[in-house]
């Protein structure tokens, strides 16, 4: 019998085969999409430097689950962002609190992710207990005790230790630290000796803010050159890279990293990070004593970075990312100091309670223009 097709019939054909279009088109589309996520920054740059990021205790302790999610698919190094330092490891002369620290290790074995330890020696962030040390032998052996106690718990877990962090002033002399003051200039070289003595194989660096500037530059260089010479073993240098829109120039980027790479170091970029809020003092680095008060001309940007600002931020990464792959032969590892915008201490400093947007991801942990810049850069040839 020969069948007949009413308009109804024919209409819900139409509309069937509609929708069977549209569910493919959105199947493609998802599939691109994981595609496009597959892409990620630790394997655009695999071939370059590790990448990695600065960690904190809500994502060790798994509360920040997004922030883990995105630690895991985009980074193969990470560093604490504060829970190994002084203050935290060492509360009590002699008492040690590895609880934090463990769980730190533990997180980086199981998502198998580079671990670097920050910091074994630091005039910031330190005990209160360590100040308050009036003989010279006394402060000798607390350092000792710190450098070895710490270094070997971890031997063979970490793979390099910023062992002195911020030594320096800004015109290249040594910080008069409380280090500085008691134990004179061969804590440094101490220090160091006693982290490879507690681990032989671990890394070992120097690492430091505004290492661009040409004077703070000789005197990293000058430093690293007497260490070894008196026979300690430095692997690295870490430029942290707390940097702006408008500086360090680009020069003074390259002219450093091809400096201290001459030293026979690896270069690392340590605490990347690029305030886009203004900075009428013009103060660069990360010397954390210093806070201004807010203002709304000073915080200008609270409900969203505008589409201007946003795309100098973007210019301003792919330009650095394309110094670094010129240079990956010198540069070991870049690490961002923070997950996301909402997590920077850059809200903090110098001013507290702002919005600030140095990172590649926002708020929500999407990927921001300028991390679209810095993938663009692994992926062009051109660059
Ligand atoms: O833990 C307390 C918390 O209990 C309290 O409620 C809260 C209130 O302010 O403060 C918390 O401590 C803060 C701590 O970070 C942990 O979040 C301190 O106030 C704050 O000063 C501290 O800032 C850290 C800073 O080092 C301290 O010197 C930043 O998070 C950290 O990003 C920053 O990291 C340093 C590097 O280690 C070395 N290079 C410079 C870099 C930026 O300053």
Known sequence: ?????????????????????????????????????????????????????????????????????????????????????????????????????????????????????????????????VAEIDSKEELHNSLKNHVQTIASRYKGKIHGWDVVNEALNEDGTLRNSVFLEKLGPEYLTNAFKWAQEADPNVELYYNDYNMTQPAKRAGAIKLVKNLKEQGAKVDGIGMQGHWSLEGPSLQEIEESIIAYSELGVKVMITELDITALPNPWDLEGAEVSQNFEGSEFMNPYTEQLPDSVSNKLAKRYQDIFALFKKHQDKISRVTFWGVNDGQTWLNNWPIDNRTNYPLLFDRQFKTKEAYHSVMQVAKDSTF
């Not at 040690?96 to 992710?113: G, P, Q, T, V, W």
């Open 1 to 129: 019998m020969k069948q007949s097709y009413s308009p109804h019939k024919l209409n819900k054909f139409i509309l069937l085969l509609c929708c069977s279009i549209l569910f493919i088109n959105c199947k493609q589309d998802q599939k691109s999409e994981k595609i496009e996520a597959a892409t990620t920054l630790k394997d655009a740059y695999k071939n370059h430097f590790l990448m990695g990021t600065a960690v904190n205790d809500g994502q060790i302790t798994g509360k920040d689950s997004l922030g883990v999610q995105l630690i895991k698919e985009q980074f193969n190094t990470i560093t604490p962002e504060n829970s190994m330092k002084w203050m935290f490891m060492e509360p009590q002369q002699g008492e040690f609190n590895f609880e934090m620290a463990d769980r730190y290790i533990d997180f980086s074995e199981k998502n198998n992710l580079v671990f670097i330890g920050h910091n074994l020696v630091w005039h910031s962030q330190l005990a209160p207990w």
